[in-house]
């Protein structure tokens, strides 16, 4: 992904007639075998099914650690990994923690903890 198309990407994924969606691209679907599966925009909200904090991180993320790898289940259904900052908005991030997706980041699929206001940071 070049720089020029970094800021506007709504978080994309695909989901079968029988309800099934992931937010991954499939060829066909896992629980029904179907094979013409519709694309979606998910709303980018979700919560935390596992994660893991990184202290010591690759290079492109030196700026945001300590980060959090998140393995996140959307709204929508669907499970995507991703990262967040782990300590810049009141604490670690926490399994079942409501977090939205925020565009823009230069690297993956960044999340950010939302608060109860439905704002996200
Ligand atoms: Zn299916």
Redesign the pocket.
């Known amino acids: 992904m070049g720089p020029g198309t970094l800021g506007v990407l709504p978080l994309r994924g695909v989901r079968?007639?029988?309800g099934?969606t992931s937010g991954t691209f499939l060829l066909a679907?896992p629980?029904?075998g179907?094979r013409d599966l519709a694309p979606i925009e998910f709303s980018g909200k979700g919560r935390i099914a596992s994660f893991t904090v990184l202290s010591v991180p690759g290079e492109e993320f030196v700026k945001e650690a300590p980060y959090a790898y998140v393995l996140v289940d959307l709204d929508e259904g669907g499970r995507i990994a991703g990262w967040m900052a782990a300590d810049r908005t009141g604490g670690p991030p926490a399994i079942g923690m409501a977090v939205q997706y925020v565009a823009g980041a230069a690297q993956g699929n960044r999340f950010a903890r939302e608060d109860a206001s439905g704002a996200s940071r």
């Open positions: 079968s007639r029988c099934f679907c629980k029904c179907e």
